[in-house]
């Protein structure tokens, strides 16, 4: 009997553990996209780093100058971005498509601002991910690259 209470002990702390990880493993992960997508901004560094000359011109700095991005599709919705850029750096960025709709709604009413304010701040597509947004900050974020393309061109 005694050799029968170390095992038992054994398949108890067995099945626990087990149990544990399938719960772990059903969890949906909010920091794989942010990964992917932070794997994809190296890229964007080096190009809005070849904008900046360009948009030094004396031409382009008493103007301010209107860009948009393209539509990017998320997992909950369509993201695009509008930029004003005055003197080749960016004076005013707002989202002009979001996710809408339930739970995205509220997300993208917390998320949108903050975006904005960083993408104005940083002057480039190379902003943090917004916390419990991670779907919509990516989807921003090439939109921005994407309208800081076609300003540079």
Same mark, same amino acid.
């Given at each position: 009997? !005694?050799? +029968? ?5 054994? *398949?108890?702390?067995?099945?626990? &553990?087990?149990? /544990? ?9 909010? +920091? ?7 794997? =994809? ?7 809005? =780093? ?7 011109? +004396?031409? %382009?700095?008493?103007?301010?100058? $209107? *860009?948009? @991005?393209?539509?990017? #599709?998320? %997992?909950? /919705? ?5 930029? &004003?850029?005055? /003197?080749?750096?960016? $004076?005013?960025?707002?989202?002009? #498509?979001?996710?809408? @709709?339930?739970?995205?709604? %509220? ?9 904005? %304010? #960083? ?19 990516? @989807? ?9 393309? !076609?300003? @540079?061109?």
């Amino acid at each position: 009997m !005694k050799k +029968s209470h170390p095992i038992r002990r054994v *398949v108890l702390a067995t099945a626990a &553990t087990v149990s /544990g990880i399938v719960l772990l493993l059903s969890l949906k992960p909010a +920091s794989d996209p942010a990964a992917a997508s932070a794997g =994809g901004t190296v890229p964007p560094r080096s190009a809005a =780093g070849q904008e900046s000359p360009q948009g030094g011109s +004396s031409q %382009q700095s008493s103007q301010a100058r $209107t *860009v948009t @991005g393209s539509v990017s #599709q998320t %997992q909950y /919705g369509p993201v695009q971005v509008r930029l &004003t850029l005055t /003197g080749g750096k960016i $004076t005013k960025a707002e989202a002009v #498509q979001a996710p809408s @709709g339930g739970r995205s709604t %509220q997300i993208t009413d917390n998320a949108v601002p903050e975006l904005n %304010q #960083q993408a104005v701040t940083a002057g480039t597509a190379d902003i943090d991910t917004v916390s419990g947004a991670t779907y919509t900050s990516a @989807g921003y974020k090439e939109s921005l690259q994407a309208a800081l393309d !076609k300003a @540079g061109g």
